[in-house]
Structures are given as structure tokens and as C-alpha cells.
């Protein structure tokens, strides 16, 4: 008997020692090595759809860049005090755009990965052409809003500070890629945007604006929309118009605004998926959402209340409602109701009515009617009234207006079109963009003191945590 | 041929004993300290098996053989003593209470060893400390008992987890927590659920429990090598003795009540408050009067979530064991149930446990050991911790007083949108389930053969089994599910630890003088975690919750990881005559979580011990019992890490467009490898005067290395960090442990267990030349440090609230730089402890318990919420009523202000020590009166003996924190919480009975 128990016990341990490298070999079941993971073309388009993915994040186009560059201008009036966006709508210190964070952050990283590899994989090179285009349109996207967050625009410095978002171009794969940088001046940042949607115009298919899924994803349309966006941000207001003018051409838009949506189906088209005058949507399902992340964070529950539960915090100010022509059709844009311990009529907004489920829609980030505002205003500021005019009329007949006065120029021109802006884009994030970029004091509602242009609540706060990591890094002055 | 050589040996053994001439001894044992008879105790022929026990009255009745002349009494918690018989045939004993108890055995898995000669800081407790106290789990049992072990409850969800720091917090990211062993099987401490905190430690009944050992220093821990940086707890449960069978039942009914609560505002203090801060914001005071009510309305309605939410529970603990056994076989059986309410209306906790412990030992070479437990919990939860509005602890505090909780038929009143989303509290906890259901078992099997009287083999397998199931059901009849027709999730997981270890151990003693022992072994360990969840929503009907009732299925998810852990190890020590001792241990052991060239660790330790009070010099001091010093050095491991932290992984993210995303969701580390504690430890035990002083001391120092570091990466490259192996903490410290016997007057006993820890924590270095991460670890202060800058009060002027900058001028915007060099100290103690005081009178006894800490900060972000003077829509504690009013009001709390955020200034919300007090705290954590009934009445009925008891749990505590439960500040968990979920006050009365 003791043998036996012997020889097993010592059986075992032999067999353990011998074999103790291999005992150890223990290998994850729910991911990948990089290896297995990126060994085609089709493991980047799984890195694709991450990208696209993290647009939706809350902290991104899901909340924060529609609402609160509404909420730090004059287009919201809060109307409930539940802690949410109260210190954006007085532009307290430190409330502000929030998204220098890794949730971010990777979507460069994932077109960097994308652009970084893809060429070396086996696969149709139309793909891989798609792939890279896409790459390109989400990192000048991604540079953009954060150039445009911790940053003045070209020409817009003030005191001379001229550091804008730090650039990334290369992937982090390893810890030796994750390497300290500096940040790079306003036109270096600019001039990459540029560079990427310049290849993205080449690399992506044309899509018509509104057709179908096309559109969930980037399109040479698209490229060149943001691309003429930013050049009006730039000032390089020639390349702003001739962009806009590819872009409505690309989509299917005319100069007479052809294309657009009628006046009666305006707010019909915010409850369509996609919205018909999409250039490009992200799409969001339910299955991306936790039970409570509708009522919580969604765009329907803080400006809506077509949900009985809904948040309703957000209201349009008054004095956006005010500043409305009579007859507008984005008067349909607007419901005034009523909220309990706010006196007064509000408004709820028609754009956000959750209609593809409980507070569930798609999030419209490059719409077709901005092409017109942008060439309008590019125009305007080259001399060129009259097609200034133009643009701004185009528009306006497809939301029941008539033609502006035709003596309309200079900076009435200008006011006339920025207001056009105001009331188009309202609650999709534009506002305070379209006053910081012109280098305005961002206007206020409610009698609020206006910010000064030179005041350091135009520009938003780097973490600490990263000042701190990386001396190289500057902050914004005045925090 | 051996096998009948034995055989024939063992008859001969058996003819002899049955053949040889012997005597009857008969008498009584009794016991020293009331003169009672003490039934069951062992009496046994010195050098023979021959044995009996004493009967309810003490007496026993003994053949011994005509050679032996010594008879043996042993009794847990008496001194065992030799009896020469002489020529009586009745020998009477007194027995003495076993204050000297450094001749016990300390059980490891890998063989026992006399505690005599240990080098190591162990320290011991045993299971009677803590018998019939109604503590859940064991580490609750053991909190302040034990010098140099920090144990404080994180939650007050009854069976929940604890939090076990031995001798201070060494790694930044890895696990700080220790290694528990229980009978031999490694099991993880923590959470088993989702749906409130489980713990995994509970499945242990604390009645079970023999004894518990914490190793402190490496070369008590440095056997255990990788796993033991953090200490080693290892825990023992109770085996039968040979004898009558002896069985035990406890009865105990209490109820559990709330600490305390915060104390808020009813509907017309807050509508007074709102009113103030509308108006002086610029607003339309009629706006808070609508959501508020008007204070001057004499019917102004309220009521108190706090009073509908928390309130008085039930407690009942059922213990039963039954044990004995015969030459061959001894067994202890037991079974229990708790029922545990809360202070919490939803939450509560029932538990039943069953186990069968047996030993047999067919031959005098063999013995098998098993132990087999299987225990079910049952734990509707609550969300402990954050600030959610779904959970009871904040929003029973931040309701609305004016908004009525039900309807006037009775129903719960749909809460208004504007606030907490819509969510009715008091229905959420009322009707939201969050269950979580666990199947456990830890058991084990052991055999030891014994080759020679040195030489032994020991086989060992052992399993921790947990299946948990979780509900989190959200009916349809609260608002905020409404519109989805409610939602079900279910989730099953699954954790299977596994470990084993074969070893050889040798003791041999040399011309009686030398004794030399060791092990030599090899041990492996692998734990497995599945998880698998559903979700679904739209249901038919709020009293549907099964995913077949769910219109929607929603979510699926699995998962399973594992790791494996493989170990050889050996120890060698040598002992001279009691008085010199020296102990080696090495250890390799191998982790799958590390780089593939560096999977592989060496540990191991050196350590000494020298009897001072055996040498001549002081061999006739005679007050002085034992005195000995003891050093030790050693190096021990930690790899608390997530399972596949070397490795750069490509991961799941989801769907866009109905097709699965990927991502590169963790940067690789080929070389990541064993984080390192190294550790020195100078010990004096010494026992004066007779046993009535027993007296530790420790002197310790604790380097870890090589931390397992989530070091940051600037998050521009995607990545917020990567694990490294960067840095070094020390901890450093003095264990101070006393128990005098204070006073013995006739029927009266007074006696002291005192313990006390002092440490300091210092972060060496973090990695390369860097100084600092961000406000969170800084190289030259302690572990969770507090950045904050300082609130200096109101100014008398405006009634601002006013900040302390970098340059000491007072400011109203709160910048980086004034954050930044504003270190106003740690979440970490510097010193703590416990108290117990016993105090014996004739059958009556009386046991008062403190347990303290000291030195830390604690952060209390309920104060966001609470204390914010009226700026947001929640309600506020009634001492903000206490604000400034007009210019000249010296007071801490600002003009109110509608939103906080008043111009020209952070927001009245903003990060400052306006949310910090001192951590500090005493707590009256025990006190139990126990009454012996007397002999002569219980035998009447049957019984040996018979206790009455009453007993309270958190009766007192002394405190400057601001909140309600100072423990669960403690520990710094992610260093500052909102909403937790404070301990109980526990009141019991019961009985136990032995038969």
C-alpha cells in the first residue's frame, strides 16, 4: 500500500517538474495577439467599426459635442438643476468640453493602426483604399475637435498663445510608441487635418447624401464637407467654398439647394434613419446601450421629453425662439411646452424625439445644409455678396423664408448668415464654434454677461494628471 | 510480506495491552478558576493510547497498566498537565486556564510545526475568541484582534466583504490583499456577486473554526513564496478528538439597527434654503416655491426617506456540531443557518453551511484527512458605493422631503423627472431585485504516510468551488423601466480553484538536543472564472422576470480566464535544545500571468530565534517565563495582477453596423514579472510572572519592489497605461501585542488582550527620474495621498466661499497650482488596534472590546450632495441652514446659491477640503455578557453545560469624521466613495448548550 501511494505522489511530481514549462501555457480565450488579429483585411475593418464606435461615446458626439457648445452660447436655456451642464450655461471655470481622454484618443490611435498595417496584409486593395480613407476622415475629425477645443484657429491667437492639440500619426502598439509630445502650433494641426482628408478625398467612394447605410460610414462627401469646414475655420475662405462646391456635387446637392429636404419634412427628417440630408451618421443600436444609458445620457432625455421619464433639462434659450422668423420651418424643430418648477413656456427639441427606440437614435454629424452656410459665409467674407446671398437663399427656400434682403452685405451679411446657422444647427453643437472660430465674445441668453473673446473660458483645460506626466506639455493659460 | 509483518505486530501490540497487569484509577477534574467540574476532558496513560474522558461531573475512571505511572489532562483552554499516580487509586485535579499558549501546534498545509519554535511573526487566534459572535465571516471575527492586521468592513451588507491589510498597503496596483489558506486550500477573498457585496470568505462558518494564524513577515510567509508579500492567513477548522461524541448547540435572536443616519432638511428647511438660493442667484423664487413648496404654507407637506428607506431588522444564528471519534476515526459535523437583515429595507443575507470533517487513520503509518464543506448564500443586495440615484444610500438622503414616496391609495408615487432620474428610492428598493444566490464549498483530502518516525509524505488536494447566480429584475411598475416594460438580467459564473501539493517532511532530534526538520515539495495551483449573462426587456406583466416572459432579448455575454501557478519549495531548520533555532526556507514558483521568459520567481528566508530565558544567566530570574528574540529576512512575491497583463490583446468592442468591432484593448509587456516584498522582522516574546504577562513585540520593515505598476502613458497615444514593473513602497512598523491577567480574586478574574500597530508608508520611487502621478502618487509621501485645496471658510464680506492658493493668499477660483502643492496628508493610518477587556465573576462574564484607528483622512464625497448650502436639487443636512446671511456672518457654510455656480469662483461643489475630516476613530465594537448556568440544575436536564448570553456590535463610536460610518471611509477604497453602505449596529441575546 505504501509503495503504491508512493510511486503515484512521486509519479506526480516528476510529472510536474518535467513538464512545468508547459503547465504554464495559458492563453486568453477572448482575445487575440495581435498577430491573429490583424493577419488580413478583415481584422482591420474590425478596428474600423471600433472607430466609428467610439464617436458615439457620450463623452463625444453621443452628448457632449452636440449639446455643450449650445449650452457655453446663447442656444440653451437649462431648466432643470440636476448638476448637468449648470456651470456650462454661466461659463463657470472649468466647465467646459472635456475630451482629452484615452476614450478619444483611440479612435486616432485605431486609423493610426489601420493606416499603419493595412498595406502589409493580404486583401482586395478596394478595401483596403476604403479602409485607409476611413482612417484618414476620423483622425482629421478627431485633430479637428481637438484642435478646436484646446485651441484658437489660425489667426485667432490670442496674447500669441498658439499651441493647439498634440498630434499622433503613428500607431501605439508598444510602450515605446506611447512616447511624450509636445503641442503642435495651431496651422501645424491644421495643415495634418488638411493633409487626411485631402487622401481621404481620394481614397473614398462618392455616396449621395441620405441614401441608405452609406452614409453610417465616411464618404469622399463626407472628406470633403469637413475638409471645406475646416478651411473656413482656417480663414482659407477660397478653399472653404471651392470644397463646399466638390462636396454638394459629390452628394448630390444644387446651387439652388435642390436636394435638401422640403420645408414640411424638416422635423420629420431628424426622426428618419438617416436623416435624409446626412452626409455622414453614426449609427447607434439599442444592444450599445445599457438598460439606463437612454434616460441617463441620451440627447432625447436631457432635450426632450417626448419620454415621460425623460430628464428635460435643456430647453431652447428664449432668445434663440425670439430671433426666429415667423414662418420658419424649423419652427418644427421646437415643441414649447411646460416643466414643472421652471415658469414659463420651454422648449422641447423635435431633432431628439428618440424615434428609432426608448431615447434611441442616430447621431447626424456632417448634415448637407452646412455646405450652403459654409460657402455663404466663405463667400461673404471674399467680397462676393451676391453669392453670398445666394447660398444663404438656396438654403432658406427649403425652410419656407424668403430671399434675404438683396442690399444685404458686409457685416449684416454676416450676422444674417451666422444667425441662419444658429437657428439650423441648433442643438447640434455649432454655436459656440461658429462665435469662437470668428473670434467673437460668446453671446448669452438669460441677460448672462457674454464671454470675452480674450477671456480664458474660451479655451477648455488640459487634464492635470497628463501637465503633471509630461513636462513638455503645456496648459491652457489662466488655469 | 510486510504488509503481514505489520499485521502480526500490531497483535502483538494488542495481546500486550490486553494481557498486561493493570489498576483502576478513578477522580475528579475540576477546574481552577470556578471549582466546577470540567467534563470531557482528556485523560490518557503517558506513552500509551489508553484514554478516556471525564463525565458531566469531571469524573473519569482509567485502567492503566502496571508499568505506566503518569496520566496526561489536556482540554482546549487549559493547561495540559502530567500527573504522577503513585500509589493512589483517586487522583483529584485542578486544572488551569492555558494562558501560556506557545506550546500549540500552527497547521500550514504543508505540515504542522510547535508554535514553540516558530521565527517567523505569527500571530493566532483562536476560534473560542469569536464562538456564537454574530460576524458572518471570519475576517469580521478576527477585526482588531491581531497586531499588525488592519481589517476594517467596507460595507455594512450583511456577508459582505472586508478589507485585510497585514503591516500596511505595499503595491500600488496589484493586490494588496493577503493569501488565505483554509484547511489547506488557497482560496481568493473579494466579491463572489454582482448584485450586491458577497463575500467569498463567508462560506466558512465562524463556528467552525479552530483557529486562526496570520503570518506576518516572510519567514512565516516565504513558504507560501509568490503569493505571500501580502501576508498569509491561514485558517483551521475544528476536528474530533477521540472520545464520547460531544455535541454543541447555539441559539441566538437579535436585531440589527441602523449607526445612524444623516441628518437631513425636512420639505420646509430645504424650501427656506431653496428660496434663499434662487433669490440670491437672480431667479425666480416662485420656480423653488413650485418645486420646493412654500415654507410658509402651515400644511406644507413632508416626509422622511431616510425613515421609509432604513430601519430596524431581524438576526437569528442556528449553530449545531456534533464530534468524537475512536482510534481510527474521529469526525466533527456541523451545520448552521443566519438570517440577516439590514438597516437597509431590501437588503438582507441568509446563509446556511454544512460540513463533515473526518480524519482516519487505518494503520499506524496512514492517515487520511478530509474536510467537506458546502455552504449556500443568499444575498438580496443593494448598489453600495457611488454616486447613483438608483442607490438607497444616496437618494434616501437626497429626496426631496416634500415629494410624497407613496400615492394616497398607497402606491409608490412616480418620482418627479427633474431629480434623481425620476427614480422613487424607497419603490426601488422595495421592488427592484438584486439577488444573488452562491453554491460553495472548500474541501480537501490529505494523506500522510509515514515512513519512518522522521519521515513523512503528504498528499494533498483541495477545491473551492462557487456557482453564483445573480437577478437584477427592474419591473415596469418604476418609472424609469416603464418605457422598456421592465428588464431582467441573469448571470451565472462560475470559480474553480484548484490547488495541490506533495511534500516530504522530516523531524529528527539527535542525543535529544538536535532536532531537524523540513520539507521538500512541489505545489500547483490554477483557478478558473466563467461568467455568462442575459439580458432581456418588455415584459407581459411586472411579476414576470424570466427572459421566456421578455418581449426584447437584449444582451448575451461569456467569459472565462484563467491562470495557472506552479511552485517547488523546501525548508530546513534546525533547532539546539530549545534555545537556538534557524529556519531556511526557498522557494520557485512559476505564474502564467508573466512574460514567457520571466514566469519564474526565487523566494525564500532566513530566520533565527534565540530562548534567552533558557540560558544560565537568567535561568533564575524567576518571574521571567520565556523570553526570546527572533530575526528574520526573506523575500516573497505578488502577482495580483489581471490574468493576461503581459500580453497585448485585441479585444471585442461591440458592434457597429451589426458587425463585431475590434480593438487593441491592452499594450503587452513581455518582461512583466514578480512584484517583490522584501522584509526584515525582529521579534521579543517573552511570558512573565507566572503567565500572567504574555508579551510580542515587532519590529518590521517591508520593501516592495519591482512594482506590478500600472505606470501612466500620456492618454494622447490611446493608452492610459501600461503594467510595468516600476517602483517601491516601504512600510515600516512596530506590532506591539499584550495579554496580562490583572487580577485573580477569588471568584473574580480580570484580564487584557491589548494590541497596537504603528506604521508609516513611504513611496520610494515610482519609475525613472519621475516625481509624481498626477495628484495620486507622489515619491516621498504615503500611498493615497490627499491633494485638495484648502477651505478656509466664508468670506464675512459676500459670503463666498474662500480657498487657500499656492502663495497662501485666500482665493475664490481653485487653480491646478493650488491643488497641486496642497498635501494635507493620507487615506492610510498610521497607527491601529484593539482592546478587550474580560472580566469573570463566579459564573458570570463580561467581555468589552474596542478596536481603533488613527492618523488617516477620510473622504466623504456624500458631502458633495449633502453640504453643498442648496445648490443643487438635492436635500441638504440640516447643519447647512447654518449659512452666511449678510456681510459681517462669520459661518462655513456660503450664501446660497441656486446651481453653485456663482460667477467669478469655482463652483460651490468644487474639490476642497470642505469633503475631508479625520478618519480617526474608537469604536465600542463588542460587548458580550455571558452567564453559565449552574452545573448541578443543567445535568438535571441532561445538559454539561449551558450558556445565556447577550451580546451588542457596534454600540459605540468616538469620532471627528463627518458621516455616518468612519469604518467604511477607512482603507481608502479608490480613495473616496459616495453612498456606501454603512456597518450595523447589532444587539443579540442567546443561548449555547453542550452535551
Known amino acids: ?479 | 510480506m510486510k504488509k503481514i509483518l505489520l499485521f502480526g505486530l500490531m497483535l502483538l501490540f494488542a495481546s500486550a495491552s490486553a494481557f498486561a497487569q493493570s489498576r483502576i484509577i478513578t477522580g475528579t477534574v475540576i477546574s481552577q478558576e470556578d471549582n466546577e467540574p470540567v467534563p470531557g476532558v482528556s485523560v490518557v496513560v503517558r506513552g500509551t493510547t489508553i484514554g478516556v474522558a471525564t463525565d458531566l461531573d469531571g469524573k473519569f475512571s482509567i485502567s492503566v497498566p502496571e508499568n505506566s505511572n503518569t496520566l496526561t489532562f489536556s482540554f482546549i483552554g487549559l493547561r495540559s498537565q502530567d500527573v504522577s499516580i503513585g500509589n493512589r487509586s483517586i487522583v483529584n485535579v485542578t486544572m488551569v486556564p492555558d494562558v501560556q499558549s506557545l506550546s500549540e501546534v500552527v497547521v500550514t498545509s504543508y505540515g504542522d510545526q510547535s508554535k514553540r519554535e516558530i521565527t517567523g511573526a505569527i500571530s493566532s487566534v483562536k476560534g473560542e475568541i469569536f464562538q456564537d459572535l454574530p460576524m458572518q465571516s471570519f475576517d469580521r471575527a478576527i477585526q482588531g484582534r491581531i497586531a499588525g492586521v488592519q481589517i476594517t468592513s467596507g460595507t455594512g451588507q450583511p456577508g459582505g466583504t472586508l478589507n485585510v491589510r497585514i503591516r500596511g498597503v505595499g503595491s500600488v496596483n496589484a493586490g494588496n490583499d493577503p493569501l488565505y489558506i483554509i484547511d489547506g486550500v488557497q482560496v481568493p477573498s473579494g466579491g463572489l456577486a454582482g448584485q450586491g457585496s458577497q463575500n467569498a470568505l463567508a462560506s466558512i462558518n465562524p463556528n467552525d473554526i479552530e483557529s486562526i494564524e496570520v503570518l506576518k513577515d516572510a519567514a512565516a510567509g516565504a513558504i507560501y513564496g509568490a503569493q505571500a508579500a501580502n501576508g498569509v492567513v491561514i485558517i483551521t477548522t475544528k476536528r474530533g478528538q477521540k472520545g464520547a461524541t460531544k455535541v454543541r448547540l447555539s441559539v441566538q435572536e437579535g436585531v440589527v439597527r441602523p449607526l445612524g443616519n444623516y441628518d437631513v432638511m425636512d420639505a420646509r428647511q430645504l424650501a427656506t434654503l431653496k428660496i434663499e438660493a434662487f433669490r440670491n442667484s437672480g431667479r425666480n423664487i416662485n420656480d423653488a416655491i413650485a418645486v420646493y413648496g412654500n415654507p410658509e404654507d402651515p400644511n406644507l407637506f413632508t416626509n422622511s426617506w431616510v425613515d421609509a428607506t432604513f430601519g430596524d431588522d431581524r438576526l437569528s444564528v442556528y449553530d449545531l456540531s456534533m464530534s468524537g471519534g475512536d482510534d481510527k476515526t474521529t469526525f466533527f459535523l456541523s451545520g448552521s443557518f443566519t438570517n440577516q437583515g439590514s438597516q437597509l429595507i431590501s437588503a438582507d443575507w441568509q446563509r446556511a453551511t454544512g460540513r463533515l470533517n473526518l480524519s482516519h487513520r487505518p494503520n499506524q503509518k496512514l492517515t487520511i484527512n478530509t474536510t467537506l464543506s458546502l455552504a449556500y448564500q443568499k444575498t438580496n443586495g443593494a448598489i453600495d458605493r457611488g454616486n447613483f440615484v438608483n442607490s438607497p444610500f444616496q437618494a434616501a438622503f437626497t429626496a426631496r422631503p416634500g415629494v410624497p414616496i407613496r400615492n394616497e391609495d398607497g402606491s409608490f408615487r412616480d418620482y418627479p423627472s427633474d431629480h434623481l432620474f425620476g427614480y422613487n428610492i424607497v419603490q426601488g428598493a422595495a421592488e427592484e431585485l438584486r439577488l444573488a444566490n452562491t453554491v460553495q464549498t472548500v474541501s480537501n483530502i490529505q494523506l500522510n504516510y509515514q515512513f519512518t518516525p522522521w519521515l513523512s509524505f503528504t498528499s494533498f488536494a483541495g477545491i473551492d468551488f462557487a456557482d453564483i447566480r445573480e437577478e437584477n429584475n427592474r419591473p415596469s411598475t418604476i418609472a424609469a423601466f416603464r418605457g422598456q416594460g421592465g428588464s431582467s438580467v441573469f448571470v451565472d459564473r462560475r470559480n474553480v480553484n484548484f490547488n495541490t501539493n506533495h511534500n516530504f517532511n522530516f523531524n529528527k532530534r539527535i542525543a535529544d538536543v538536535h532536532n531537524i526538520s523540513g520539507l521538500l515539495g512541489y505545489e500547483y495551483k490554477s483557478e478558473t472564472r466563467e461568467f455568462m449573462s442575459a439580458t432581456g426587456q418588455g415584459f407581459a406583466n411586472p411579476r414576470l422576470r424570466y427572459l421566456q416572459n421578455a418581449a426584447v432579448p437584449l444582451n448575451v455575454n461569456s467569459s472565462f480566464t484563467e491562470f495557472v501557478r506552479v511552485g517547488f519549495f523546501g525548508q530546513a531548520k534546525y533547532d539546539y535544545n530549545d534555545t537556538y533555532t534557524a529556519d531556511f526556507i526557498l522557494r520557485r514558483d512559476g505564474h502564467s500571468r508573466f512574460g514567457q521568459n520571466v514566469q519564474y520567481g526565487n523566494f525564500g528566508a532566513a530566520s533565527v530565534g534565540w530562548r534567552l530565558s533558557n540560558e544560565g544567566f537568567l535561568r533564575d530570574v524567576s518571574w521571567m517565563d520565556n523570553l526570546r528574540v527572533r530575526a528574520s529576512y526573506g523575500v516573497t512575491g505578488n502577482s495580483e495582477i489581471p490574468n493576461f497583463a503581459s500580453l497585448s490583446l485585441v479585444a471585442s468592442t461591440g458592434q457597429y453596423l451589426g458587425s463585431p468591432g475590434l480593438a487593441l484593448s491592452q499594450l503587452g509587456n513581455d518582461l512583466l514579472t514578480w512584484e517583490e516584498a522584501e522584509t526584515i522582522n525582529i521579534g521579543i516574546d517573552g511570558i512573565f510572572f507566572n503567565g500572567r504577562v504574555i508579551t510580542t513585540v515587532d519590529f518590521w520593515r517591508r520593501n516592495s519592489r519591482e512594482l506590478l505598476f500600472a505606470t501612466p502613458l500620456p492618454v494622447d497615444s490611446g493608452f492610459g497605461s501600461i503594467t510595468r514593473n516600476a517602483g517601491e513602497v516601504r512600510n515600516q512598523g512596530i506590532d506591539f501585542d499584550v495579554q496580562t491577567v490583572n487580577v485573580v480574586a477569588g471568584k473574580f478574574r480580570w484580564s487584557t488582550s491589548f494590541n497596537i500597530t504603528f506604521l508609516e508608508n513611504e513611496l520610494l520611487s515610482i519609475f525613472g527620474d519621475d516625481e509624481r502621478v498626477g495628484n495620486d502618487l507622489v515619491v516621498g509621501l504615503p500611498l493615497q495621498p490627499v491633494f485638495r485645496a484648502p477651505y478656509v471658510g466664508v468670506n464675512p464680506a459676500n459670503g463666498r466661499p474662500m480657498y487657500r492658493d499656492v502663495n497662501g493668499n485666500y482665493t475664490y477660483t481653485i487653480r491646478d497650482a493650488d491643488v497641486q502643492d496642497s498635501f494635507i496628508g493620507s487615506l492610510l493610518p498610521t497607527s491601529y488596534g484593539g482592546l478587550s477587556n474580560n472580566f469573570a465573576y463566579g459564573p458570570f462574564s463580561l467581555e468589552v472590546f474596542f478596536q481603533y484607528q488613527f492618523g488617516n483622512l477620510a473622504i466623504n464625497n456624500d458631502l458633495f450632495n449633502l453640504a453643498s448650502t442648496g445648490s443643487g436639487p438635492n436635500n441638504q443636512l440640516v447643519d447647512q441652514l447654518n449659512h452666511w446671511r449678510q456681510p459681517g456672518d462669520v459661518v462655513s457654510n456660503p450664501m446660497p446659491w441656486e446651481t453653485g455656480a456663482r460667477p467669478g469662483g469655482s463652483s460651490y461643489t468644487a474639490s476642497s477640503t470642505r469633503q475631508i475630516s479625520d478618519g480617526s476613530y474608537i469604536r465600542l465594537k463588542q460587548v458580550t455578557l455571558n452567564y453559565a448556568l449552574p452545573t448541578t440544575f443543567t445535568k438535571k436536564v441532561g445538559v454539561a453545560q449551558a450558556n445565556a448570553f447577550v451580546q451588542g456590535i457596534n454600540l459605540l463610536t468616538w469620532t471627528n469624521y463627518v458621516g455616518i460610518d468612519p469604518e467604511v471611509a477607512a482603507l481608502g477604497l479608490g480613495g473616496s466613495f459616495f453612498a456606501a453602505f454603512p456597518n450595523a449596529q447589532q444587539i443579540t441575546a442567546g443561548i449555547n448548550l453542550s452535551f
Not at chain 1, 82 to 99: K, L, S
Not at chain 1, 364 to 393: C, H, M, V, W, Y
Not at chain 1, 413 to 420: D, G, R, S, Y
Open chain 1, 1 to 479: 500500500m505504501k509503495k503504491n501511494i508512493f510511486s503515484i505522489a512521486l509519479a506526480a511530481t516528476m510529472l510536474a517538474f518535467g513538464s512545468c514549462t508547459d503547465v504554464l501555457d495559458v492563453d486568453p480565450r477572448q482575445s487575440l495577439t495581435v498577430d491573429q488579429a490583424l493577419a488580413d483585411v478583415n481584422g482591420f475593418n474590425g478596428i474600423a467599426l471600433t472607430m466609428y464606435g467610439r464617436l458615439r461615446n457620450f463623452g463625444y458626439y453621443g452628448q457632449t459635442m452636440m449639446i455643450a457648445p449650445e449650452v457655453l452660447a446663447d442656444n440653451v436655456l437649462m431648466i432643470a438643476n440636476t448638476g448637468r451642464y449648470i456651470g456650462e450655461e454661466v461659463n463657470q471655470d472649468r466647465a467646459h468640453m472635456q475630451i482629452w481622454n484615452t476614450a478619444i484618443w483611440s479612435a486616432i490611435n485605431d486609423a493610426n493602426i489601420i493606416l499603419g498595417g493595412v498595406d502589409a496584409v493580404p486583401g482586395a486593395e478596394a478595401t483596403k483604399n476604403r479602409l485607409k480613407g476611413e482612417a484618414h476622415f476620423v483622425r482629421a475629425l478627431t485633430h479637428f475637435d481637438f484642435a478646436r477645443i484646446y485651441g484658437y484657429e489660425p489667426n485667432r491667437e490670442v496674447n500669441g498663445f498658439n499651441l493647439s492639440t498634440i498630434v499622433r500619426t503613428t500607431p501605439t502598439l508598444a510602450f515605446s510608441d506611447a512616447d511624450l509630445r509636445t503641442r503642435s502650433n495651431i496651422v501645424q494641426v491644421y495643415e495634418q487635418i488638411e493633409a487626411d482628408l485631402l487622401a481621404a478625398i481620394d481614397l473614398l467612394p462618392p455616396v449621395a447624401m441620405g441614401s441608405g447605410a452609406g452614409v453610417y460610414r465616411a464618404t469622399r462627401g463626407a472628406a470633403q464637407a469637413l475638409l471645406a469646414r475646416v478651411y473656413l475655420y482656417w480663414g482659407r475662405n477660397d478653399r472653404a467654398a471651392a470644397l463646399a462646391t466638390q462636396a454638394m456635387a459629390t452628394v448630390g446637392l444644387t446651387e439652388n439647394g435642390t436636394g435638401l429636404i422640403e420645408p414640411a419634412d424638416y422635423r420629420a427628417a431628424f426622426n428618419s434613419f438617416p436623416n435624409p440630408e446626412s452626409i455622414f451618421e453614426i449609427e447607434i443600436r439599442q444592444v450599445d446601450w445599457s438598460t439606463v444609458d437612454g434616460v441617463n445620457n441620451s440627447m432625447s432625455s436631457l432635450t426632450s421629453n417626448a419620454f415621460p421619464n425623460a430628464q428635460f433639462i435643456a430647453s431652447a434659450s428664449r432668445e434663440l425662439i425670439a430671433s426666429m422668423e415667423e414662418g420658419d420651418a424649423r419652427m418644427a424643430a421646437w415643441e414649447p411646452t411646460t416643466r414643472a418648477g421652471f415658469a414659463g413656456p420651454v422648449f422641447a427639441s423635435n431633432k431628439w424625439r428618440g424615434a428609432k427606440g426608448e431615447f434611441l437614435e442616430n447621431l447626424p454629424i456632417l448634415r448637407g445644409s452646412e455646405l450652403f452656410l459654409i460657402r455663404a459665409e466663405a463667400r461673404q467674407k471674399l467680397g462676393d455678396n451676391a453669392g453670398a446671398r445666394a447660398d444663404l437663399n438656396a438654403l432658406r427656400s427649403k425652410r419656407n423664408l424668403p430671399a434675404v434682403d438683396a442690399g444685404l452685405t458686409g457685416n449684416a451679411l454676416f450676422e444674417a448668415i451666422l444667425q441662419e446657422k444658429r437657428v439650423e444647427f441648433a442643438m447640434e453643437g455649432h454655436r459656440f464654434f461658429d462665435l469662437k472660430r470668428n473670434g467673437l465674445a460668446i453671446r448669452k441668453h438669460r441677460g448672462l454677461p457674454p464671454v470675452p473673446f480674450n477671456d480664458y473660458r474660451i479655451l477648455s483645460f488640459l487634464p492635470q494628471a497628463q501637465i503633471q506626466l509630461n513636462p513638455d506639455l503645456v496648459q491652457n493659460p489662466g488655469y
